[in-house]
């Protein structure tokens, strides 16, 4: 059952990749044929590192020097904050078609990163109009709903000369500029939110089976999962843009709030993990190292509250190659110490470490912005909750069975201090908790409640004759003989020395004297063989009595001896009625 959802999480995975990575294609649309988003960045020029105070004026009669973009990526970043693009609409727009019913849109990597976007562009006898956008702006009336920047082009828009396109920010993203018409694009955004769709259900679903988990066992490590897993949704939901895209843009929340949930994702990661592979206990050496990980989260949440973009963005990103790290060398020595669950742990982290690396590596500017570095932490985390879940599933059958091993142990260790190590019968301490017990129901009920109490005659002689060894022998023969001799809910036990008492519930007297003088008959009637080859047979005398209206436990006992000595003072092997 735990390889189906294994395998269908990866399959909901893939299918989420796979339709990210599509560009589709709808030949029903009458503007668009194609379907495609038609790149303009390729045809644009560009100035990377513009001074900030570079207006449209100096950027249109050629203040500064525009190159070609080619090949280039078009990004912002903290060394090259001002980035200005200029292009023609011609270029990509097909001839004779009107520009009003094409859509104009930003596409940052990251959008919630990227601080202003400010469009010029040309319109028949209006000049320039112009149109801003961004994560540090508020959302205008026209703008529709996207994770990305879109502007919807007017009719008259002179698509053969330049529009300009300046964008600012202060962390690095990479920026695409497309063209396309209102249907591909809403049939590509709901395509996309589809698969976005598939992952935020696995990491849902996930939640809520644990969180059902959790309210069952109360075992916190459920909680430190549903907190981890939520908290990476929550980083997911804002980062790329859907809480955006769904609540609109007020202004600075977005990225504060990436902040705040990536560095909850890192505290309860790191106590998640901690938790379940019980570094306290198992490596404490490990234990400082995810103290000061979750330290730092908290520290990237305050950063994120503050409103210290950059000191968290470096923060979060060093955290997120660190974390994942140390937790695969802990599951690593966890595995190879015999710790089962820490292999689904293990694969679960090596999945979501692969993205996660990516996203930091892309994040401090080594790996380029792709498909695979930008959504790559989105696939790891559904695969990875998937695992997770099945390694909290065997931590279950785990502590179910040290719980049932620790059951038997109780068990045996109770029978163990319940029970006559020579005999195996029920001891003294066992005996005056049956009796207590059985005196109580007799009384409840109203029912009869009979003792026996017996004792080896001559046992101290028979012990001097043939050695301690055949005195053992003897008690054990008596033993078997009682536990032959009684019903099934009668409590046989050695009293002490070469005394013993059977409880017999629901027994009158006189049917307790008939089962006495069967036992008395039948051990005196089996001589045993002692070791010169001599025949001995050894004989009891019982006492037996019945409860008495108001007896207490201990006066039946009594009684119950006292029958036994006179059964001996009558000339022994007997039974006498108390």
């Not at 379940?276 to 000061?292: D, T």
């Amino acid at each position: 059952m735990l390889f189906k959802k294994v395998i269908a999480g990866i399959l909901c995975s893939a299918l989420a990749a796979g339709l990210l990575a599509a560009d589709p294609a709808d030949p029903t649309d009458p503007v668009n044929p194609a379907g495609k988003a038609l790149d303009l960045g390729t045809k644009a020029d560009m100035v990377l590192g513009a001074p900030p105070s570079l207006g449209l004026n100096d950027a249109a009669v050629g203040a500064v020097g525009f190159s070609p973009v080619g090949n280039r990526m078009i990004y912002v970043s903290k060394e090259s904050p001002v980035t200005w693009i200029r292009f023609r609409l011609a270029d990509a727009i097909p001839a004779g078609t009107d520009a009003g019913r094409w859509i104009l849109e930003v596409k940052p990597s990251f959008s919630i990163i990227l601080d202003r976007v400010e469009l010029w562009i040309p319109r028949t006898g209006a000049g320039y109009s112009a149109y801003r956008a961004g994560a540090l702006l508020p959302q205008r009336p026209d703008e529709p709903p996207s994770r990305f920047y879109p502007f919807v082009l007017p009719s008259d828009v002179r698509t053969n000369e330049f529009c300009y396109l300046r964008l600012e920010g202060s962390m690095a993203v990479s920026v695409k500029v497309t063209v396309e018409s209102p249907l591909a694009m809403a049939r590509a955004d709901t395509i996309y939110a589809a698969s976005y769709g598939v992952i935020y259900g696995i990491l849902i679903a996930m939640i809520l089976y644990n969180l059902f988990i959790f309210l069952s066992l109360r075992d916190r490590a459920y909680l430190y999962y549903i907190l981890y897993v939520a908290s990476g949704l929550l980083w997911q939901f804002w980062v790329q843009g859907h809480a955006m895209a769904l609540f609109g843009r007020p202004v600075g929340s977005q990225l504060s709030a990436v902040w705040i949930f990536v560095g909850l994702m890192i505290v309860w990661g790191a106590v998640f993990s901690c938790s379940f592979l019980s570094v306290r206990k198992n490596r404490p050496r490990f234990f400082p190292a995810f103290v000061a990980i979750a330290g730092l989260g908290l520290l990237v949440v305050a950063m994120g509250f503050c409103g210290f973009h950059e000191t968290a963005f470096g923060l979060s990103h060093a955290l997120g190659l660190i974390l994942p790290a140390l937790i695969i060398v802990t599951a690593v020595i966890g595995l190879r110490q015999g710790n089962s669950t820490a292999r689904y742990f293990l694969v679960a982290w090596a999945l979501l470490i692969s993205g996660a690396l990516a996203f930091a590596l892309m994040g401090l500017g080594v790996l380029p912005v792709a498909f695979w570095t930008v959504n790559g932490v989105a696939l790891g985390m559904a695969a990875e909750s998937i695992l997770l879940s099945m390694a909290l599933g065997q931590r279950i059958r785990t502590l179910k069975l040290e719980k049932e091993r620790l059951q038997e142990s109780q068990e045996r260790y109770i029978a163990i201090s319940m029970t006559d190590e020579l005999t195996g019968l029920n001891n003294k301490r066992r005996l005056m908790e049956a009796l207590r017990s059985e005196v109580a129901r007799a009384r409840r009920s109203e029912a009869p409640l009979s003792l026996l109490f017996f004792d080896l005659d001559d046992f101290k002689s028979v012990n001097d004759s043939y050695g301690h060894s055949f005195g053992d022998d003897v008690l054990k023969s008596l033993a078997a003989t009682v536990r032959e001799s009684l019903r099934e809910g009668d409590v046989a036990c050695r009293f002490g020395g070469e005394e013993f008492v059977v409880i017999m519930p629901g027994t009158k007297r006189v049917d307790a004297i008939l089962a006495a003088e069967r036992l008395r008959k039948r051990f005196g009637g089996s001589p045993l063989s002692a070791s010169s080859g001599e025949e001995v047979a050894v004989t009891i005398s019982i006492g037996a009595v019945e409860l008495g209206p108001g007896e207490e436990p201990k006066p039946l006992l009594d009684r119950a001896d006292q029958a036994m000595y006179e059964a001996k003072r009558m000339g022994k092997n007997r039974t006498f009625a108390g």
